[in-house]
């Protein structure tokens, strides 16, 4: 078996060149893979498509690379919680790809099970299916690129005919991931919200760099524990269990409540 473990996040992502696809885990703040995007942002690499849920905030996550001008294009389903993001786009230096959540999970794990595309019901009815959506403004108040209409078909289906949309798989160049713990063969187990998105953008990535804050040697790990199978995942490298991890939004209630 092939020994996956790579010395250093900067080792790991030093092939990922400018003009690059990525896939990228992470949902909110959780599960961000922030080792492997901080060693990105310090190699220098720019141009950069990026498939992720979010944009993580404006100092945390792809919100730094987005601050320091490296992505061209983000494909996510949610952007609310970053100023720069905001600007950025509606400036036009930066195309959106807005996609509904589920649609946006289904396409990548669709593209890593090797399937081209799917019909789904989310979507029919709206600039989803219908075009129209912004992605990419003038700087001047207009919309300079809209999405373009999908296909719509009608399927027959135990409720009657219903109309369904048809989605294209994604595949990238790269996948960056985090997970709670793998083994040196590529393995993953990911914790509580950080399995949101991590195992789907390692499915859609020709290349899977995770990072890991406990590597074990093959065998170790519970195969009824293990969520991603490591013939998914190409290099591993281990961070440690106090890597940072930030909060997107802290509510507490007040004490007695």
Same mark, same amino acid.
């Given at each position: ?90 400036? #036009?230096?930066? @195309?959106?790809? %807005?996609?509904?959540?589920? *649609?946006?999970?289904?396409? /990548?794990?669709?593209?890593? =099970? $090797? ?44 409720? #009657?005919?219903? @109309?369904?949309? %048809?989605?294209?798989?994604? *595949?990238?160049?790269?996948? /960056?991931?985090?997970?709670? =713990? $793998? ?75």
């Amino acid at each position: 078996m092939i020994d996956k473990q790579w010395a250093s996040a900067e080792e790991a992502v030093a092939d990922i060149h400018d003009g690059a696809s990525l896939a990228v885990g992470g949902f909110g703040l959780s599960g961000n893979p922030i080792a492997l995007i901080e060693a990105l942002l310090a190699q220098g690499t720019s141009g950069l498509s990026i498939v992720s849920n979010n944009c993580g905030v404006d100092d945390w996550g792809l919100g730094i690379l987005l601050a320091a001008r490296r992505i061209r294009k983000m494909t996510s389903s949610y952007v609310g919680e970053n100023k720069e993001f905001e600007r950025q786009f509606l400036s #036009g230096e930066l @195309e959106l790809e %807005l996609t509904p959540q589920g *649609t946006l999970a289904e396409k /990548l794990r669709a593209g890593g =099970a $090797g399937i081209a595309a799917f019909f789904t019901q989310t979507g029919v009815g709206t600039q989803v299916a219908e075009g129209g959506l912004p992605r990419r403004y003038s700087g001047v108040g207009s919309v300079e690129t809209a999405s373009p209409a999908k296909d719509v078909r009608t399927f027959d289906t135990a409720a #009657g005919p219903r @109309e369904y949309v %048809l989605e294209e798989a994604i *595949t990238t160049d790269f996948a /960056l991931v985090h997970a709670l =713990a $793998g083994d040196r063969h590529g393995n993953l187990i990911f914790n509580k919200a950080a399995r949101n998105f991590n195992p789907l953008a390692a499915m859609a990535g020709r290349v899977c760099i995770a990072q890991v804050e406990q590597l074990v040697d093959p065998g170790e790990l519970d195969p009824d524990r293990v969520h991603l199978p490591g013939v998914f995942v190409h290099r591993v490298i281990e961070v440690g269990t106090d890597i940072p991890k930030r909060i997107e939004r802290r509510t507490v209630a007040a004490e007695g409540v």
